[in-house]
T-cell receptor
Framework: GENVEQHPSTLSVQEGDSAVIKCTYS??????FPWYKQELGKRPQLIID?????GEKKDQRIAVTLNKTAKHFSLHITETQPEDSAVYFC????????????????FGKGTHLIIQP | DARVTQTPRDKVTEMGQEVTMRCQPI?????VFWYRQTMMQGLELLAYFRNRAPLDDSGMPKDRFSAEMPDATLATLKIQPSEPRDSAVYFC??????????????FGPGTRLLVL
């Protein structure tokens, strides 16, 4: 099965600086890589995702890059703000559905992002 | 703004008791997932359904856990008998298969279970 490793487990950055979280995956069949943000006591919420036919995707201050050869993908947050403080999870899945081939998500262990004022 | 709903939001029970958690997926979604979140193990996939049929429950302890979809608007996760190690937050997520691809999964608010 799929295995997703996520680093670092805790990341502290100054407000306004950039934050980078990295994940690696093991299953070359995985083709969908979402990132979820989870605030304390709340549900995971999708913030950005990327499919394997794309190398990079950006949404305002958030970007995700994917290196299929190396099997790793990263989340980049620029100009960090206090409201970015949360736990971030990467995940991987095989989305191709041909009569039942799609999987559930395999998650990394999470990164606790702390934005220092 | 359509959302996945889960009940109960919190459940405290004693070891050996039956626990039933319910999930209402987003209307029109045809895939439902159950995940469990603990500090030690993180987020783990327990089971999932497509068009109400179970596709994979390999992540679920079969001897005490069961998952069903009685209809398209209700998914249930049952633990019988419950044990302290089952204490966790249980999330339901729903998504939609279109063409050959599963679309984004949306998570419910979770059921926080404490087994004493």
């Amino acid at each position: 099965g799929e295995n997703v490793e996520q680093h670092p487990s805790t990341l502290s950055v100054q407000e306004g600086d950039s934050a980078v979280i990295k994940c690696t995956y093991s299953d070359s069949a995985s083709n969908y890589f979402p990132w979820y943000k989870q605030e304390l006591g709340k549900r995971p919420q999708l913030i950005i995702d990327i499919r394997s036919n794309v190398g990079e995707k950006k949404d305002q201050r958030i970007a995700v890059t994917l290196n299929k050869t190396a099997k790793h993908f990263s989340l980049h947050i620029t100009e960090t703000q206090p409201e970015d403080s949360a736990v971030y999870f990467c995940a991987a899945s095989n989305l191709e559905y041909s009569g039942g081939g799609a999987d559930g998500l395999t998650f990394g262990k999470g990164t606790h992002l702390i934005i220092q004022p | 703004d359509a959302r996945v709903t889960q009940t109960p939001r919190d459940k405290v029970t004693e070891m050996g008791q039956e626990v039933t958690m319910r999930c209402q997926p987003i209307l029109g979604h045809n895939t439902v997932f159950w995940y469990r979140q603990t500090m030690m193990q993180g987020l783990e996939l327990l089971a999932y359904f497509r068009n109400r049929a179970p596709l994979d429950d390999s992540g679920m302890p079969k001897d005490r856990f069961s998952a069903e979809m009685p209809d398209a608007t209700l998914a249930t996760l049952k633990i019988q008998p419950s044990e302290p190690r089952d204490s966790a937050v249980y999330f339901c997520a729903s998504g939609l298969v279109t063409g050959d691809y599963q679309e984004t999964q949306y998570f419910g608010p979770g059921t926080r279970l404490l087994v004493l």
